[in-house]
């Protein structure tokens, strides 16, 4: 039997994010250029989105690029701009046979202007698929995140279009660059690092945390398969008791 087999169909996430991690290292064991790994670590979007979008799960997050990660040099951070143009175009149509809508969070302004008009491109080309969702976090950090949202919500109380009452779980989690979409049930990083950096910090609150150690150009349908069905051997408590759970 293959793993895909193995999994219960109605027992999947909704929403998978992943913390892409290890292209740089992946190409240094192959004594290559940080660029040689991201360039790898294409296949292996590729090859997620894929898998996602036939298990019919519905949201799929990726962390392509952090607001720290512009401190990178500028040849790699120049590099992997054009690395999204680059793909960006060449798998719109990839999207489209799949039936997957693009999206993108983040400090959208930040980023070079090609960037924003190849997503805006495929996004609005996109707009109208109802399989997966594939949302980039570009330019994005969840603090980032929080403080749009504090900001959001302080200029509506202040226009008195709001109290301070109204504002609950709800109404926070409109604010965020995710609104409308579900929580990630589950959250993979790969590389063997067992951190968020500053990745959803909101939404990941009673999400699964799967950590493997293979590098990201590496990782392929089979490990997404593991990753799920991990998932689907927990106990997802939110805070109760297991045997209220079982009820
Ligand atoms: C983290 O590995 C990876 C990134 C910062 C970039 C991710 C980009 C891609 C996978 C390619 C393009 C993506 C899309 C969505 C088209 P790292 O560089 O931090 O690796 P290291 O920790 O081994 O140095």
């Not at 980023?111 to 994005?140: F, H």
């Not at 950090?141 to 779980?169: C, H, M, P, Q």
Request: glycine share 6%; with cysteine.
């Amino acid at each position: 039997m293959s793993l895909k087999d193995e999994l219960i169909q109605d027992r999947l996430p909704n929403h998978v994010a992943i913390i892409m991690d290890g292209n740089g290292r992946w190409a240094k064991q192959r004594g290559n250029s940080r660029m040689f790994g991201h360039k790898h670590g294409v296949t292996a979007v590729r090859e997620v989105t894929e898998a996602a979008a036939e298990l019919n799960i519905k949201y799929l997050t990726l962390y392509a690029f952090s607001t720290e990660n512009w401190s990178r040099p500028k040849t790699e951070v120049d590099a992997l701009m054009s690395l999204l143009v680059s793909t960006i175009s060449s798998e719109t149509g990839t999207l489209m046979k799949n039936n997957v809508r693009l999206n993108a969070i983040g400090c959208k302004e930040t980023l070079p202007r090609g960037v924003q008009a190849k997503l805006e491109d495929c996004i609005k080309k996109t707009s109208e698929n109802t399989g997966l969702t594939l949302t980039l976090a570009l330019s994005y950090s969840s603090r980032w995140e929080i403080i749009e949202a504090f900001k959001g919500v302080a200029k509506r109380v202040k226009n008195n279009e709001l109290s301070i009452d109204d504002i609950d779980a709800d109404l926070v989690s409109s604010y965020m660059a995710t609104a409308g979409i579900p929580d990630p049930e589950l959250m993979i990083r790969t590389s063997g690092e067992q951190r968020i950096s500053n990745f959803l910090l909101w939404q990941l609150a009673y999400s699964e945390l799967y950590f493997c150690n293979i590098l990201w150009p590496d990782f392929r349908r089979d490990d997404f398969y593991r990753a799920l069905l991990d998932f689907q051997g927990r106990e997802r408590r939110f805070g109760k008791t297991g045997d209220q759970i079982k009820k």
